[in-house]
């Protein structure tokens, strides 16, 4: 019976420790080697979320985010602007069997917000990047966007998924601005916990209109009637620098 009440706790101390194996926000900001964001990881602010879905055949995990001002070591520059307030998400992408990842998966990372066109708001029009590694079969994925508070009082999805940019073939979106992943797609939508207190909606309606994608969103039956579907956003790098162009289908 001693033995077997050994070996128990063994196995139990075993599974606890694969529990707790994975870097948190923090560990992994400062592995990007940005110790006012581990900072800030660690502060009330952060919010932690800790939440897992299969994808394919890995699971990635939503570990937590944080919002803030000079939180980076170097502010981000989308279309000459620089953009120094931010919203920062740790998210980690493992096997589900639980081999060991040799190279990154290839999903596509995105926010996406209710109400707005998924051509219109995405990773892409909000300046997104973002760090990674693989650490122990594991890869770890530190993403940066422009602050998303500003959409604190609509839902505000974090999208996982097998394809490309943000378009209808991919999302269908309501007349109430909901949007869901259309059948067949591989992937998921995580909700991000924003406060709603901290949104701001004129500040949001700014970088809309800065955009210059039609923000509406568009519905199926629109669709059908012929309605243009979508603008197409194209990432082009020169010099270092990052611009993006973006396309009327017209």
């Given at each position: 019976?001693?033995?077997?009440?050994?070996?128990?706790?063994?196995?139990?101390?075993?599974?606890?420790?694969?529990?707790?194996?994975?870097?948190?926000?923090?560990?992994?900001?400062?592995?990007?080697?940005?110790?006012?964001?581990?900072?800030?990881?660690?502060?009330?602010?952060?919010?932690?979320?800790?939440?897992?879905?299969?994808?394919?055949?890995?699971?990635?995990?939503?570990?937590?985010?944080?919002?803030?001002?000079?939180?980076?070591?170097?502010?981000?520059?989308?279309?000459?602007?620089?953009?120094?307030?931010?919203?920062?998400?740790?998210?980690?992408?493992?096997?589900?069997?639980?081999?060991?990842?040799?190279?990154?998966?290839?999903?596509?990372?995105?926010?996406?917000?209710?109400?707005?066109?998924?051509?219109?708001?995405?990773?892409?029009?909000?300046?997104?990047g973002q760090m990674s590694f693989l650490r122990d079969g594991v890869a770890y994925h530190l993403f940066d966007t422009r602050n998303l508070e500003m959409f604190a009082d609509?839902?505000?999805?974090?999208?996982?998924?097998?394809?490309?940019?943000?378009?209808?073939?991919?999302?269908?979106?309501?007349?109430?601005?909901?949007?869901?992943?259309?059948?067949?797609?591989?992937?998921?939508?995580?909700?991000?916990?924003?406060?709603?207190?901290?949104?701001?909606?004129?500040?949001?309606?700014?970088?809309?209109?800065?955009?210059?994608?039609?923000?509406?969103?568009?519905?199926?039956?629109?669709?059908?009637?012929?309605?243009?579907?979508?603008?197409?956003?194209?990432?082009?790098?020169?010099?270092?620098?990052?611009?993006?162009?973006?396309?009327?289908?017209?």
């Open positions: 019976m001693a033995v077997l009440i050994a070996a128990s706790v063994a196995a139990l101390a075993v599974s606890v420790s694969a529990a707790v194996l994975f870097l948190s926000p923090a560990d992994v900001a400062e592995e990007a080697q940005e110790p006012a964001l581990a900072a800030a990881f660690q502060s009330e602010s952060a919010i932690a979320i800790n939440e897992s879905a299969e994808v394919g055949e890995y699971t990635v995990t939503m570990d937590g985010m944080v919002s803030g001002a000079d939180l980076s070591r170097e502010a981000a520059e989308y279309n000459g602007e620089i953009i120094s307030d931010r919203t920062y998400a740790v998210y980690h992408v493992a096997r589900t069997d639980g081999e060991p990842l040799q190279d990154y998966p290839d999903l596509t990372y995105t926010p996406l917000v209710e109400g707005y066109h998924v051509s219109a708001v995405n990773a892409w029009t909000l300046g997104g609509h839902r505000v999805y974090f999208a996982v998924y097998e394809g490309s940019t943000p378009s209808v073939d991919l999302f269908s979106m309501t007349k109430d601005g909901a949007i869901s992943m259309r059948d067949g797609v591989v992937g998921v939508m995580f909700t991000m916990p924003l406060d709603e207190s901290k949104a701001d909606p004129a500040a949001a309606e700014s970088f809309v209109q800065s955009v210059g994608i039609p923000a509406e969103p568009i519905t199926d039956e629109e669709l059908a009637e012929g309605r243009s579907p979508d603008f197409s956003v194209t990432e082009v790098e020169e010099g270092g620098s990052k611009t993006f162009i973006i396309q009327d289908p017209q």
